[in-house]
């Protein structure tokens, strides 16, 4: 792995590429040059923002959720592969080390779910939190809006689906144990490597496989339905890993499970492509290629339905491991839903469906 001093430890991206939507950019043409725009340092920096909606719908029919919501853009966990770190463009950002050191933090989230929430047209169906960064970020620790968004959910009986790799969830479980009680809450831990090297590598300021089981197992015991997420597989670094991670995960309490396979959209193709042949110059042309193969000679696909699954041998291997051991460990829990029924705006004194 790359071992040179200008690799910055601590974060996925190693530069910035181009914003597509933006016409200029401002260039250093001298590494010694200092100039008025230029950063004071590499620290994470949080820009609040008064959002005007918080509830998204999602129009993308293959990613198993109706709306999301996210009370942070940009996430510090720095994760290589993250699809999210496209979108930091459209706040004028990279998805390079912007999306990772420049975090907008939504304030009026919190508010902006109860108006949502309010409406008189809103038939209840389950908010997915996130859809796009995690939600339980590093930001959460200081400013508490997924806390005070599901908070306004439990309030309202609304159902939430959500998906995490940080163990900061933990601070929430009275409040997810709450929801649980009322079938409001179903949850995703995110698994992608037991290889601390990889994991540290890929996604630098996540915690520790064995801390994302323990969230598993302490969320379970307290029952609240728990699955794990390996996303993405990715031919060469960690799809041989699937196995150990859906028995691992199974036998800490999760009952169902979901993945996907490694597509490099946008500019996070620039981006992986340098952090993959840094950090290991020695399999890089293969693991490019085996990506290439599951998406018919390129490293993305748009098309609905294939996307996220890859296709060809490599993506067909990695699908037919998932359904094997889906099954073996009883991942495959039959069909569940959360209830929407209890939901109820303050005042009323219920619903009828």
Partial sequence: ???????????????????????????????????????????????????????????????????SMNPYQGCEHGCIYCYAR???????????????????????????????????????VPISLSGNTDCYQPAEKKFRLTRQLLEVCNEFNQPVGMITKNAGILRDKDLLQEMAKKN????????????????????????????????????????????????????????????????????????????????????????????????????ADKVWHLIQNGHGGQVNDSRYGVRMRGEGPIADMVRQQFIKYNKLYQLNAERWELDATRFRRPGEQGRLF
């Fill in 1 to 67: 792995m790359e071992e040179e001093s200008s690799y910055l430890k601590g974060r996925g991206a190693q530069f910035n590429p181009r914003n597509r939507f933006l016409k200029n950019e401002r260039v250093r043409e001298h590494i010694e040059a200092i100039d008025d725009w230029t950063e004071p340092n590499e620290e994470t920096v949080y820009l609040e923002d008064q959002a005007k909606s918080i509830v998204n719908k999602v129009e993308s029919p293959d990613v198993g959720m109706w709306y």
């Fill in 86 to 124: 496209n979108a930091h463009e459209y706040w004028g950002y990279s998805a390079g080390l912007d999306f990772e050191r420049k975090i907008i933090v939504k304030k009026n989230a919190p508010q902006l779910l109860r108006k949502f929430l309010m409406h008189k047209n809103w038939e209840p």
């Fill in 184 to 283: 409001l809450v179903s949850i995703l831990v995110s698994i992608t490597s037991f290889d601390e090297d990889l994991r540290r590598a890929m996604e630098p300021r996540t915690t520790t496989a064995k801390q994302r089981l323990r969230v598993i197992k302490e969320l379970s015991s307290a029952g609240v339905r728990m699955g794990v997420m390996l996303g993405p597989m990715i031919p060469g670094l960690n799809d041989h890993e699937m196995q150990r991670i859906m028995k691992a995960a199974s036998e800490h309490g999760a009952v169902f499970s979901a993945y996907t396979f490694i597509r490099l959209n946008g500019a996070i193709k620039l981006i992986f492509h340098d952090w993959l042949y840094k950090n290991f110059p020695d399999r």
